[in-house]
């Protein structure tokens, strides 16, 4: 039982650990903040307004002994989420662990290979839906392949990669998708492991008994507990077929869960509760697909960060179903029933079929590399999206029965959700240039680091395993910025591909004809083409409701220019100019708004562009809009703003009233 928590500082995050571990919870899951997550010390400057805001900042050794400062490593079940930085994260765990070994008089050989959790370091998933890839793809399966084997050797009890299929349902993946698309991660993985020479082919099945998944569930629970049963069957044809691993316990599909954020709504949040309720049962009333551990997400997640108490909500919610229910005195459930065989073959079928076509394209790898997995899952989720505005799929509260009592969990907003310090940014940003500044000062230190950034970058160079030269790293005292770094020079940056200019919209109807229309007809009144620039500053990484209001904008006949991920606000208003845009929006998940939008605003009236609007989209509070609006934000939009088709069609008014047009009101009927 975990519950998904970090932020501030490893301190303030050390604090909530010892408290939800007092409450029950079994397990440790580390949020990591975007910097860290993406291999940026919180001095880059990429970093701005980030720091610490959905996740702890992890820049050196020294902010992992406090992170863990107090729970003894031996004993625990750390999850990890990380993934581009995954190595350098484990080797951190590692050293920290012997250090406590050491400081309570045990061996710490004895220490490592006691320690027990999962890495996620998935990195196909990152380039299709989280965005926090720092690597090129095949340098990025190599650090996987090295992990990997250090494990198999050195720390048996650790799963050095989780794959997941969470992020894939959260970026609009359907469930033959799901299992597709994070089987052929895993026959990727799988296949890079056997073909490196670094693990013996008696030992494969080590490899996959150590493989975990990390799994979506929805709200359409009978479905997704029939998805959880093709992936345990679909696992074990493919472990004992492909690979040829005859043990059942080491074929066994091992799997935890965080239920669905993404049908978490804005609008009457109370209603999250019985979801998060009904998503926590489909992959637990079924015995035999049960998830190994559960994480909940917290009722007020589409509101802003939750608080300890949200989150201690979210975790009596396992505690009850486990100790207060009789769920777990049954054998499975569903046994013989026809209904549910049927669904089963249903999407082991579909599953076979998108796997044998992703494998035909060359794999996983080249799958990414050409797109075309990001442009199914931008497709799937532009249909998603058409299904709510047209009503077909309801949405409680959203889009029917939306009439509702006063709410008083929300009566306070300021109250309702966690904020974090204006102060950690800075505090944590001058606390890694001390360490630097530290370590310098001393020449013994200062040469150790040196040796080892030059044994890491020989190592990259050579194809060795780079995992003992990321220990020596650690040890030597460097950061997480300077060890991704290194291996940035070496291996190069990367945009993946945002699978936008591959969707084809799915919207229709009276009213994408009437923005259309708009579009057309202010256009002509310009002599132009209207423009739209949809930008991501900062290192957020959730891109989805960006490629939506892009394939939608372009739909209603915009020209769309959508770079995609992680840009700085320089970057955005220099793509503004070079693309005389009309408007831009501005996509932001990460609570970094109050950073990021004023300097883009500010780039923007230097450059002369005061008749473009600015819009932003995102988790944003109301008393935070209010601050954006009076800074000179055109629009503010949240996640209650579920009509696409009319966002752009708001889009059009703003351009009108910028430029001196009038009301879309005063169009002749049909443009409207």
């Known amino acids: ?280 049962l489909a992959v637990t009333l079924s015995k035999d697909a049960r998830a190994r551990a559960v994480q909940l997400p917290a009722w007020n997640e589409a509101l802003g960060l939750p608080r300890p108490w949200d989150q201690q909500w979210s975790l009596r919610l396992q505690q009850v179903l486990a100790y207060e229910s009789d769920l777990l005195e049954y054998d499975d459930l569903f046994a013989g029933s026809h209904v549910v065989e049927a669904k089963v073959a249903e999407l082991v079928e579909g599953a076979r079929a998108e796997m044998a076509r992703i494998e035909e394209a060359g794999g996983a790898v080249a799958a990414v590399e050409s797109g075309y997995m990001k442009s199914a899952l931008v497709a799937s989720h532009a249909e998603r999206r058409r299904r709510i505005e047209t009503g077909e799929e309801v949405v409680v509260g959203l889009n029917r029965f939306t009439t509702t009592e006063p709410n008083p969990l929300t009566a306070d907003l300021g109250t309702a959700i966690q904020t974090v310090d204006a102060d950690v940014e800075e505090a944590a940003a001058a606390s890694v240039r001390a360490w630097r500044e530290e370590r310098d000062a001393d020449p013994e230190r200062r040469a150790a680091a040196q040796e080892a950034v030059e044994r890491l970058r020989a190592d990259a160079a050579s194809g060795t395993n780079l995992m003992a030269a990321t220990l020596a790293c650690v040890r030597a005292g460097l950061t997480t910025g300077e060890w991704a770094q290194v291996l940035r020079d070496r291996f190069g940056e990367y945009r993946a591909p945002t699978g936008v200019s591959g969707s084809v919209g799915v919207s229709s109807g009276d009213g994408l004809l009437a923005v259309r229309e708009a579009v057309r007809r202010t256009g002509e009144e310009l002599g132009e083409r209207l423009r739209v620039l949809v930008g991501k500053p900062g290192l957020d990484g959730h891109s989805n409701g960006a490629e939506q209001v892009a394939v939608r904008a372009r739909d209603a006949g915009f020209e769309v220019v959508y770079q995609g991920i992680r840009l700085t606000p320089e970057q955005i208003v220099s793509a503004a100019v070079a693309e005389d845009v009309h408007l831009v929006g501005l996509s932001i998940l990460s609570g970094s708004h109050m950073a990021l939008v004023p300097s883009v605003l500010e780039g923007m009236r230097a450059a002369g562009l005061d008749d473009v609007p600015v819009v932003v989209g995102g988790i944003i509070p109301e008393g935070d809009a209010a601050q954006l609006r009076a800074a000179g934000v055109a629009a503010v939009f949240t996640p209650k703003d579920f009509g696409l088709t009319e966002m752009v069609g708001e889009f059009v008014g703003l351009i009108r009233s910028a430029r001196g047009l009038g009301t879309l009101a005063e169009l002749e009927p049909a443009a409207v």
């Open 1 to 280: 039982m975990r519950t998904y928590a970090g932020h501030s500082s490893a301190a303030a995050s050390n604090a909530l650990y010892r408290r939800n571990l007092d409450k029950g919870q079994t397990g440790l899951s580390v949020a990591f903040d975007l910097p860290t997550q993406t291999g940026y010390d919180p001095d880059h400057p990429l970093a701005r307004g980030e720091v610490g805001k959905v996740g702890v900042p992890v820049s050196h050794l020294g902010d992992m002994r406090r992170l863990f400062e107090g729970i003894p490593l031996k004993d625990m079940n750390t999850s990890m989420t990380i993934n581009a930085v995954a190595m350098w994260m484990l080797a951190l765990y590692q050293v920290t662990a012997e250090e406590q070994a050491v400081a309570a008089g045990e061996d710490p050989a004895e220490w490592v290979r006691s320690l027990a959790g999962t890495t996620q370091n998935d990195i196909i998933k990152e380039y299709l839906s989280r965005g926090t890839y720092a690597f090129p793809p095949e340098p990025s399966l190599r650090l996987i392949v090295d992990m990997i084997a250090h494990t198999v050797r050195e720390i048996p009890r650790w799963n050095p990669i989780n794959i997941c299929s969470y992020h894939l349902q959260e970026a609009g993946a359907t469930p033959v998708q799901e299992l597709a698309f994070s089987l052929s991660t895993a026959v990727a993985v799988l296949d890079a492991v056997r073909d490196s020479g670094q693990v013996a082919p008696e030992d494969l099945g080590d490899v996959v008994a150590r493989i975990s998944f990390f799994v979506n569930a929805g709200v359409r629970f009978v479905e997704e507990m029939c998805k959880m049963r093709a992936f345990v069957q679909l696992w074990d044809e493919l472990t004992r077929g492909r690979y040829g691993v005859q043990d059942a316990k080491q074929r066994r599909f091992r799997y935890g869960v965080q239920v669905n954020s993404l049908g978490l709504t804005e609008a009457q949040p109370e209603n999250n509760v019985q979801r998060i309720v009904l998503e926590m």
